[in-house]
């Protein structure tokens, strides 16, 4: 038995497993557990991820299953090792050869065999995501220590200058900031270790529940870790280089100014009517930021990219709700779906209508093809559906069921079309890898967006024509009544030609299940890191522009105005930078969005870009709390305003 299957079954030696063997009853003793490799990730067919409970595999000695399914001395599958210098291609040619007349249905390489597929594509997206993720928030992250070190430097402009009045040199004063650096780098880079090692332990048993390899090994200190502090280490300085420049160049003269005044707008701008009808405050806040573009640009900018982050993590969680939406809502509508071990004739549909519980039945024709465009070829399916289907629908690009017609042509996922280059109108060569094993034409009619693997379909009576048959049947979708569920399940598991059952609910609660335990540790750290960063940009932008309107607040407080009317000036500035931060950072979060679209398409699934309301919300509600906090910390620093010592001008 599979591992997998048996820990979700906590199956031990000597149980004892009831199964259906060719229509007969047969109970089979567990004598050992196991792994293979070509089973690293097992997924029942049509399914977006595994459900150890539902599937798994069971090995058994071949003398004695060929018995049980009446296969003496015949074989249905085989397995060859190559040498590392064989041409694969022309051994593929060789074995159909050979194996074509006697109902081989086409030799295939590691690269198409679905376990290796998806542990591929995962290490694809493994390698993307470790290259995209890190450069959005390193980014970030060095904007953010730009923005704070250079403002650092700028408040304390007078303190540095008359240190070199009195004889420190340049570069005395570059190291001393080179070591606050440092500080800042060395708990950067002890808190990032110990949580980098946590997740990375996380991650590890993540990958647990979805592939099973013989052995996990977590390199807990390798040239990984090396690379990432190395990387840290890196961005801090680049953020802070011009900060210390700036301190190292800072003329000694600096230091007789006995206050700075701000800059003062153009005065085009404040001829404009809208500054006009301001009220004094207001009139003195805008002066004040269009007096200092470059510190107002910066400042909106960093919340903007808060901003911009808290949608990049929220995301992916709308995203995933919308596919699930539309696979097993909209597209899937069937509350199970039954799989014959052969083609059935059209009585077995009848009889299942007659079942208990059961609403509505739709049959579907399954036939394993092979799909050529000029020298690219692909091995999935085809599906033979009603024209007008209700429980398994074929969504197109609006979300509308697309109809199939009788001798209407080929209908291909955009998934398809993208490997084999295909477009609306072109011709393909099918081999039809059941029956006869003919080969045909056809056109392409409709091509449309999915978000799992290949796919094609034709109307069923026209596939039953291309088959040479009458009508058969490898399956059934079934819509039923919730109260005769388990009376349906003991009617199936009693017929012997069912091969399959796939239950769409417990498919879902599976799906969800996995995603919460995968992504929710995840989506929950990007989210607190958004928040924080959120939280820390709006917060030195108020500390900052506290720091250097200092003396103006002292000074109105001496000329009269209330503690409110300076609480506003400090507000407004706030509440405005915030506002404006907003355009800024959705647009932002939607490109950083598309681009990780973009990094997990892979072949065996894709996502939707999704710019969904909710999300902006989320982030605007947290922007707005963030902002929420740091007025009330600009509050705390108004009430404790020392108005002698902030006026004394010094000599």
């Known amino acids: 038995v599979s591992e997998l299957f048996a820990e979700a079954h906590r199956l031990r030696l000597g149980d004892r497993i009831a199964a259906n063997l060719e229509g007969k009853r047969e109970e089979l003793i567990v004598v050992g557990i196991g792994l293979s490799p070509d089973s690293i990730y ?155 090692l946590w997740l990375a332990a996380w991650l590890s048993e993540i990958y647990r529940m979805f592939f099973r390899f013989p052995e996990m090994v977590v390199v807990r200190f390798g040239w990984e870790w090396m690379l990432a502090v190395s990387l840290g280490v890196l961005v801090a300085f680049l953020g802070a280089i011009s900060g210390v420049l700036r301190a190292i160049r800072m003329p000694p003269a600096v230091a ?100 208990p519980g059961v609403r509505q039945v739709e049959a579907y024709r399954s036939v394993p093809i092979r799909i050529r465009h000029g020298l690219v070829s692909d091995r999935l399916a085809i599906l033979g559906l009603e024209p007008a289907a209700q429980l398994f629908r074929v969504l197109d690009e609006h979300d509308q069921p697309i109809a199939f017609p009788k001798h209407s042509g080929l209908t291909i996922t955009g998934k398809l079309a993208q490997k084999l280059n295909l477009r609306v109108g072109d011709k393909v060569q099918i081999d039809l890898l059941e029956g006869q094993n003919r080969s045909i034409e056809l056109e392409v009619q409709r091509i449309y967006p999915n978000y799992t693997g290949p796919a094609a379909f034709l109307p069923k009576d026209y596939l039953h024509e291309l088959m040479l048959e009458g009508p058969r049947i490898s399956g059934m979708f079934l819509a039923i009544e919730p109260e005769h569920k388990q009376q349906v399940y003991r009617l199936i598991k009693e017929t012997p030609a069912t091969s399959g059952v796939t239950d769409k609910s417990a498919a879902l609660a599976n799906f969800r299940e996995m995603i919460s335990k995968s992504t929710g540790w995840m989506r929950l750290v990007n989210a607190v890191f958004a928040t924080l ?100 910390m600009v509050l705390r620093m108004t009430k404790r305003l020392d108005l002698i010592s902030v006026l004394k001008v010094r000599e």
């Open 42 to 196: 097992v997924v029942q067919p049509g399914m977006l991820l595994p459900n150890n409970r539902l599937y798994g595999i069971l090995w058994a000695p071949r003398e004695k299953l060929a018995a049980a399914f009446n296969m003496e001395g015949a074989f249905n599958q085989v397995v060859i090792r190559l040498g590392h210098d064989a041409n694969i291609d022309n051994i593929k040619t060789q074995l159909d050869a050979i194996l074509e007349p006697y109902g081989g249905i086409g030799a295939y390489d590691r690269d198409d065999q679905e376990s290796h597929a998806r542990v591929r594509d995962e290490m694809r997206e493994l390698r993307t995501m470790a290259l995209l993720s890190p450069t959005i928030f390193l980014s970030v992250s060095a904007f953010l220590v730009h923005m704070v070190f250079s403002r650092m430097i700028v408040h304390q402009t007078q303190q540095i200058a008359t240190l070199r009045a009195f004889g420190y040199s340049a570069t005395q004063i570059g190291l001393h900031y080179l070591r606050v650096v440092l500080v800042w780098v060395a708990l950067g880079v002890v808190s990032g270790i110990g949580c980098g």
């Open 256 to 355: 007789m100014r006995s206050g700075s005044s701000p800059n003062a707008p153009d005065k085009g701008l404040t001829h404009i009517p809208i500054f006009r009808r301001l009220r004094p405050i207001g009139r003195m806040v805008m002066v004040r930021m269009l007096g200092n573009p470059w510190l107002t640009f910066f400042s909106i900018l960093g919340m903007g990219l808060g901003v911009s982050l808290l949608i990049l993590s929220s995301f992916m969680e709308k995203t995933i709700d919308y596919v699930l939406d539309h696979q097993f809502s909209r597209s899937q509508r069937q509350d199970l779906q039954l799989s014959f071990y052969d083609p059935r004739s059209q009585e077995c549909f009848y009889e299942v209508q007659q079942w």
């Open 533 to 632: 960063i959120t939280l820390g940009v709006a917060y030195n932008s108020a500390l900052i522009t506290f720091s250097e309107r200092a003396r103006d607040l002292a000074t109105m407080r001496v000329l009269g105005y209330r503690h409110s009317e300076i609480n506003r000036v400090m507000l407004l500035e706030l509440f405005w930078t915030m506002v404006l931060a907003i355009p800024v950072g959705v647009p932002l979060g939607y490109l950083f969005a598309y681009g990780l679209v973009r990094a997990l398409d892979s072949e065996s699934h894709r996502f939707p870009f999704i710019a969904d309301v909710h999300t902006i919300l989320y982030a605007i509600w947290v922007m707005i709390a963030s902002t929420v906090v740091c007025g009330w």
